[in-house]
Structure formats: C-alpha cells, structure tokens
C-alpha cells in the first residue's frame, strides 16, 4: 500500500523560510517523479514543482528562484525548501507520487498517488 505523508508545515511571516518532507511507503509502479502541489482557499490545486526519476527539476513561475525541490532516494523522502515565503504561498501543500498514465493515447507523468496534505501559512 503506498502512502505518503507531508511534515514541516506550519506559520512563518513573509520573508521567512519553511522546510516541508514527504515519507513515502510502498511500491509505486511505473513511477516517473515526485512533486509539490498546493491549494490555497477558494482555489483550484496548482503544480508548484516537481522532480522527475531523471533528476530533473522544473518549477512555478511563481516560486521559482524562492523554492528548492530535492529528494534522498535512500530515505524515500521527498523535500520543498522554502524561501523568502510571500503571502502568498498561504495553501494547503501536497505532495504526489507522478506515474505514467495513458491519456488520449498519449503517456504521461501525472500524479497517480497524493499525501493529506500540510497547511503553511504566511503572514504579514
């Protein structure tokens, strides 16, 4: 059964600097990469960045420059260091296991297993 479990949320004031985890349990099949997602209130979930089995790393416009993905194969553990947080960055985070999915005859690496979740606010 695979699970993943997000820790390090928490309240920062803007400027300041978070560091979120993901344990990750279980065999994931055809996985292709992590990633960090977020949601903030009355908003729809947004990619914020991801890593993919290759190394490579892509992220937001928005916390490029400002956020830090990294991952310890050995630990199974998945990270997001966070920056210089703004306001908003206020949202519940998410980290997801990406797998290769079939859509419309295309194969994709798309998130195929989610954790709950960590709240992080920023204030003023």
């Known amino acids: 059964q695979v699970q993943l479990v997000e820790s390090g949320g928490g309240s920062v004031q803007a400027g300041g600097s978070l560091a979120l985890s993901c344990a990750v349990s279980g065999d994931i099949v055809n996985r292709c990469g992590m990633g960090w997602y977020r949601q903030a209130p009355g908003q729809e979930r947004e990619w914020v960045s991801t890593?993919?089995?290759?190394?490579?790393?892509d992220w937001a416009a928005s916390v490029k420059g400002r956020f830090t993905i990294s991952q310890d194969n050995a630990k199974k553990t998945l990270y997001l260091q966070m920056n210089s947080l703004k306001t908003e960055d206020t949202a519940v985070y998410y980290c997801?296991?990406?797998?290769?999915?079939?859509?419309?005859?295309?194969?994709?690496?798309?998130?195929?297993?989610w954790g709950q979740g960590t709240q992080v606010t920023v204030s003023s």
């Open positions: 890593i993919k089995s290759s190394g490579a790393t």
């Open positions: 997801a296991a990406l797998t290769l999915q079939f859509r419309a005859y295309v194969v994709e690496c798309l998130p195929g297993y």
